[in-house]
């Protein structure tokens, strides 16, 4: 469950906004360190990911999968392109709706808990001035905390309109709550003022941690390409998903 849900979590880990006119392009880079753990070597990743913010709607690319929320048609939307396979289901999100039974009990028995608190650090990223944020988050279990994390959080406020904070603050909010986020921490998260334009996380595990890191590369506004908040032609729907199908 960790793999599937940190690759969303660090993606979309702060409020930020929306637009109204055209659609919003951002370009954003992903590197995880390497790290040695029970005899396993876990080579650094390096991915690119892109984010599309439309008129009420926010498409998140990672890979072969992509996560649509749609205000206008107030729903979820889930493609996975490897298996050519998609699900969908109601705003706001009932785990139950979209997964089968014991990994939608999963996902209740163990959200993402945390603490957001704000800093006194700035500094300029690019042409974004920037105020820091820091992030405790972990999984609660009977053991203990699992896969805890701090995350420094890079904020601007710079971006100019078209944005709209509070619209982008719904969609947010909306798959936060897919990547299993408990309602307190999308709400404290929720009250971040800005977009992240750079994430620095330690990870921590049992006796070791590692780092990665998420920044903004790019951002533009343009034309979305066709069918980017859509259902594909000729693909599967699911009913309910399974963990192989969120990693693809």
Known sequence: MRKIF????????VTAWSFVAADIHLKITYHGDSYYYGGTNTPAVDESREQWIGEK??????????????????RLLFINHAFKIYAETELPLDFKNIVDEQFAARLASYPWKGIVKATDETKKIGDWNCKAYVMENWIDTPEGKYNEREVKLWV???FPPPFDVNVFA???????KFGNYHDDLITALKGVPGYPVLLENTNFGKGFSWKARTEVASISEEKAPPGIYSIPAGYQKKEKLN???LQG
């Open 57 to 74: 709607k926010l498409a998140v690319v990672s890979g072969d999968r992509v996560t649509v929320v749609d205000l206008e048609k107030n």
């Open 6 to 13: 940190l690759v969303i979590a660090v993606v979309m880990a």
């Open 243 to 245: 963990p192989a199908d």
């Open 156 to 158: 601007t406020r710079d």
């Open 170 to 176: 719904r969609l947010n909010g909306h798959y936060m």
